[in-house]
Every structure is written in C-alpha cells, then in structure tokens.
C-alpha cells in the first residue's frame, strides 16, 4: 500500500545534539513539507519542497534543515540553534499539477515525538 | 497570510447526536480550498472532507457535512449521529487555489478537541 512513513516515532535528544528525522514516501507525490504540531497551537510549517533538488522555508524554519535529493524522501534535521525543539512533527506530500489546478489535499505520516532531555 | 480561526477549543457531544465545530478564515482570494482534518489519540491526520470555493454546493462525506458561507468566510463542520470512534481533535485547514507562495501548504487552525459521551 501506498503510504508516508516517518521513522523514528519517538526519539530523545540531549541539549546541543542534531537529530534527523526519516520521511519516506512512495506516493509518487511532487510535493512534500514538515510541520510541527505543539499543544495548542495547531500545525505550523517547517519547510516545503515541490521538486527534487528544491524547498522554500516555512513559517518557522529557524534551526532547521532539510534536504531533497531523491523525490521519495524529504529529511528534516533539528540543529542544535533550535532553542525548543521538543515537538511533535508531522511530514506529508501532495500529488502535482492536474489539469494546471493544484486540487490534491496532503497526505500525512504518524509522525515523530521529539523530545530534548 | 491567510489565517484561521477555531473559536472552540473544546466540545462535547452525546453519542448519536449532532454537533458543529465551527472555524472562521480571513482571505482576500476568490480561489482556494478548505479542508477539515480528523487527528484522533493514534495523532495520525485524516482527511474528514474538502471544499472547493468555486463550488456553491456542501460537501458531504457520509455522516459528516459542512456549511460553507463564502461571504462570511465561515467553514462549520456538522457530525451527525455522532460516534465514540468520533473523538478526536479536530483541525480546520485553508489552502490557495493557485499561484500560492507556501507550495499549497494547508495553513491550520488551532484545532477543537471533540469529547463523545456515552
């Protein structure tokens, strides 16, 4: 079945330490973006990429990276100039263009609890 | 920037009754796309139901229904014959219709955490 997969679901980081966070899809999906959900404040976006080799910053990209090398997989590095990164984040990847109308809603992973000790 | 408004932060209903959630957005597009996403305790986001703005007519998707209001910018979510399996958070989403400058990224709401009593 077609699916996102992120990898790992829980994962504890001391202060000062990169982490990368795994998102696998195989969808054949163009685009893909990293949010981040905190209690009460809904989902905010990290990052975003339509094509292979391209992503634009989001609302909140500061202290992270990603990269697109391959178009199934979109890593996302939390760097230690994140100041809280204790989150939960969510990947998720949309179909392109059909018929010049971008119409597709996002399709999401179970995420990954990142949790800085 | 588009935003998005859920003025509930939590609601309760009874099972097989009805409930709305309501959520507000503020844009000065005429094209776009509105989204209602179920998150229950596994958190895995699911699509609920879609609304294209260009369509007058409600989207419904079995028990679930929404009530679009294009001139008031109002997205309400109706559950019908609600279920315990209903109980999640509840997150409303808007995305642009065309030359968007986020790659169409859903722009959330806060979210509503849906209670369903017995």
């Known amino acids: 079945d077609g699916g996102i997969t992120q990898s790992p679901k829980y994962l504890f980081r001391k202060e000062g330490q990169n982490v990368t966070l795994s998102c696998e899809q195989n969808?054949?999906?163009?685009?893909m973006y990293w949010y981040r959900q905190d209690p009460g404040q809904g989902l905010r976006l990290i990052y975003y990429s339509q094509i292979v080799n391209d992503f634009q910053k989001g609302d909140i990209a500061e202290g992270y990276s990603v990269s697109r090398e391959k178009k199934e997989s979109f890593p996302l590095t939390v760097t230690s100039a994140q100041k809280n990164p204790t989150a939960f984040y969510l990947c998720?990847?949309?179909?392109?263009?059909?018929?010049?109308?971008?119409?597709?809603?996002?399709?999401f992973g179970e995420g990954s609890r990142l949790t800085v000790l | 920037a588009q935003t998005v408004t859920q003025s509930q932060p939590e609601m309760s209903v009874q099972e097989a009754e009805t409930v709305t959630l309501s959520c507000t957005y503020d844009t000065s597009e005429s094209d776009y796309y509105l989204f209602w996403y179920k998150q229950p305790p596994s958190r895995q986001m699911i699509l609920v139901i879609r609304?294209?703005?260009?369509?007058?007519q409600n989207a419904t998707e079995n028990r679930f229904s929404v009530n679009f209001q294009k001139a008031a910018k109002s997205f309400s979510l109706k559950i019908s014959d609600s279920q315990l399996g209903d109980a999640a958070m509840y997150f409303c989403?808007?995305?642009?219709?065309?030359?968007?400058?986020?790659?169409?990224?859903?722009?959330f709401g806060k979210g509503t955490s849906l209670l369903v009593t017995p």
């Open positions: 998720a990847s949309r179909r392109g263009l059909a018929g010049g109308r971008i119409t597709g809603e996002l399709f």
């Open positions: 969808l054949n999906h163009d685009a």
């Open positions: 609304q294209e703005a260009y369509k007058q």
């Open positions: 989403a808007y995305r642009s219709g065309f030359n968007s400058n986020s790659g169409y990224a859903l722009n």
